[in-house]
């Protein structure tokens, strides 16, 4: 995947990924500059390696609840029927074992 910086994106773009629990305006454009687009686009993705390529981006340590956030967007991007204590961010810091 092709890493870039990009001018803000408008709010119309960001709002499929902000469909996803816990992706606010500034998330939904960190992924938007990763090159995720969508919620599609997060489809059996590796958060640990979006997490990493963020941090690389903008060239600073992010918030380790930014990875648990992102494991949250994959889990919601990957599956049709969501259990609804999985889209809670926080339930992600360790991985849950029925996954």
């Given at each position: 995947m092709q890493?870039?910086?990009t001018t803000r994106t408008s709010a119309a773009h960001l709002k499929d990924l902000q469909r996803i629990p816990g992706?606010?305006?500034s998330l939904a454009q960190d992924l938007w500059d990763l090159g995720y687009?969508?919620?599609a686009s997060l489809a059996n993705q590796d958060a640990?390696?979006?997490y990493t390529?963020?941090?690389e981006l903008r060239g600073q340590?992010?918030?380790?609840?930014?990875l648990y956030t992102f494991?949250?967007?994959v889990y919601f991007a990957s599956t049709d029927e969501h259990d609804p204590a999985l889209l809670k961010w926080w339930n992600w810091k360790t991985l849950p074992t029925r996954l």
């Open positions: 890493h870039r910086v992706i606010g305006p687009q969508s919620v640990e390696a979006i390529a963020l941090e340590p992010m918030d380790r609840c930014v494991r949250c967007a």
